[in-house]
């Protein structure tokens, strides 16, 4: 299947058909399998073929077909789909690292990513240097000899930062790292990710690859080796793996990713341009005015289902957020529904206001995930909201 576009790979990768013929991918909720002979067994416990699984906390079929479609999408050799978003980023980074290593990684980040790279990965002894990630000189100078991973979003979580992928794996390669990324905010659908030289990719599928807000999930994305090797043995030993039914979700929910990610996309560049014109401070990377614009648009295509707004203080963005009807006051994102979402006191409430304000988020910064709604009901609703 490697060789279709994006929206065939889509709709149609990853089947596996059962003797039923079933035209929509079955669901296997089963822990285990039964073997025909004890020989049979110990044989698949050894070295399990293509499709032969043995237990479902290292794979199962509905799993694998939901693994291979978004492989297929991604352009990648090989995925591990997780119970979450965090659980596909924290597992790849525990994967490549351990005491004794350094990480870089840029300083606008997901509030958990944040805590992962900042807290976690530290208290395991792994050495941490956070940089401006749209800062390449930052990057260079902050590489060494132990250097084992680069870590970045795409599109940072909240601001819209967006990180030079091919620029940063270039100073990887120079000291031997890794290159992970979390795109969460680039979506399958924007990435080139694998084809820009990355190691690895991880989504939190509870985004847009659900979209519809119903199961949470994530996968961990690369070539065979990184993927069957480090991350594997990781994963399946770890225990963070997908269930049967979120996979289920998430296959059937690819069949339609591009067409969501993509009109919700162009409603966001619409909000995006007219509440600029307005004389909004609006933050988009799909708008001309935003300092990325270019690189954003040769590095993704599209400037993304997301934009923020900066109001003047958290007084004037819960006053905004309390009058919207439409945008529903939330902390998801990448969904059908639109949600609007004021990072300093939810998602990113963990962080001290001193990181707040060096990641760029300020009190009344607010992200506004936008759905598939008519773009002009939605225009109306923050209109009216901002008064
Ligand atoms: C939501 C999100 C995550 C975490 O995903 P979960 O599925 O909630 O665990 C990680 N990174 C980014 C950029 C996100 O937006």
Redesign the pocket.
Known sequence: MKDYSKQTAAVQSGVKRSQFGELSEALYLTQCFAYDTAEDAERRFKEPREDEFVYSRYGSPTVAMFEERIAAIEGAESAFSTA??????SGALMSLLKAGDHIVSARA??G??HFVVDTILADFGVEVTFVNGSDIEEWKSAVRENTKVLFF?SIA?PTLEIVDIEAVVGVAKSVGAHVVV?N??ATPVYSKAIEQGVDIV?Y????HIDGQGRA???VILGSHDLIEGPVKTFMRHTGGCMSAFNAWVMLKSLETLELRVSRQTENALKLAREIEKRGYDVIYPGLESHPQYDLCMSQHGAGGTIFSLRLEDKETAFAFLNKLEIFSISNN?GDAKSIATHPATTTHQRMTEEQRLAAGITPGLLRMSVGIEAADDLLADVLNALG
């Open positions: 979450s978003g965090m659980a596909a980023v980040l997901f958990s990513c979003e979580n979390d969460a905010f991880c939190s599928a509870t985004k949470m999930g994530g994102l």
